[in-house]
């Protein structure tokens, strides 16, 4: 079955990025691409699109206001946003348009396959099932918005005990609304994506909740681990604002090391100012960033050329595109040339 999909992004590249990705995947896809948000709207009436991706930040009408747009011609589309790392600032928005789901850029390969493995799901679910009505709902009353309302204020105060009383209060509301029913199960979903939306600003790069789960226990096991990591998240921005964001930092490195890192390109990851970003570097991980991403970068060539891969393989695996640079500096670290270690077996346990 081929299916429709509308990607709208102001950034050429990320539109033939995601296309790209998608491609990958076991699905048949027409892909329709925008570079705004007039633009998707005027696509999404000529294609009628089943799933249509919008970034939020785009010239002449953003994303939010996009699928305000597409949602009064296509009430049963799949919406999803893409928001750039840790800015999850459009809750109330999102959740009256219903999102199905969000992207955090920079997007990869699996989140794009888990995401239209999802989708594909969900229209497959609906076709089989024709609901009474056809209308996205939102399972969520006023009573239970402002319970959540009042747990997402506990959180950012950073008051645990508040959480947990908060916490409790909002599932009772759920279970006395609903019972212990499937329409319980979404209205935590909901719950947690207004969470996880409503309080980014304040306590910036929380890891996005799962909201997939089979029954109520695990979601409220998800409901309960997503409120302590944000308090306590809350609590330690209170005591150090930079500490949290450059751990964070540190760990995406370590997964990024081998591809072209540049401060420029951390600083707005991170929504730090680059004026600032080299002095706090070398606060928190107490030498430059240069000297950090070498030292990563040199621990992984070690490790490929203990393996027994060769020099020039090693160094491109690592991130250095340049085999002399990478020579130079493996030898100002450790003594010998790259050449030199793999040609002598004694050498094999150098560390930095």
Known sequence: MSMTILIADDEELECD?????????????????????????EKARES??????????????????????????????????????????FAQKALRLMATDYLVKPID???????????????????????ENSKNTIIINTQIQKSGENLRNAITDGQIQDVLECEQK????VYETYGRTEKAAESISTLLMFLNYS?????????????EFKNL????????????????????????????????????IARH????????????????????????FKKYAGCTFVDYLTEIRLKNAVSE???????????????????????????????????EFLQNPSQKSTSL
């Open 48 to 89: 009628r699109p089943q799933i249509i991706v919008l970034d939020i930040q785009m010239p002449v009408m953003n994303g939010l206001e996009a699928a305000e747009e597409i949602r009064k011609f296509l009430p049963d589309a799949i919406i999803i946003f893409l928001t750039a790392f840790g800015r999850f600032d």
């Open 109 to 131: 390969e699996d989140a794009v396959n888990n995401l239209i493995h999802k989708c594909m799901k969900k229209i497959e679910d609906s076709n089989e099932q024709k609901p």
């Open 170 to 173: 909002l599932l009772e509301k």
């Open 17 to 41: 990025a995601f296309e790209f990705l998608v491609s990958k995947t076991e699905f048949e896809f027409t892909c329709i691409k925008a570079r705004n948000g007039r633009e998707a709207v």
């Open 217 to 252: 226990m695990e979601l409220e096991q998800q409901l309960a681990s997503f409120c302590l990591n944000a308090v306590n998240a809350a609590i330690q921005d209170r005591k150090d604002k930079y500490e949290r964001t450059f751990n964070l930092i540190f760990a995406y």
């Open 305 to 339: 050329l203990n393996s027994g891969k060769s020099v020039k393989e090693s160094a491109k695996n690592s991130g250095f595109t340049d085999n002399n640079y990478f020579s130079k500096v493996f030898k100002k670290h450790f003594g010998v040339s790259p050449t």
């Open 257 to 280: 090391f081998m591809e072209d890192l540049d401060t420029e390109k951390l600083c707005h990851i991170f929504s730090i100012h680059t004026g600032y970003f080299p002095q706090l």
């Open 199 to 211: 309080i980014g600003e304040r306590i910036p790069f929380l890891q996005p909740p799962q909201t």
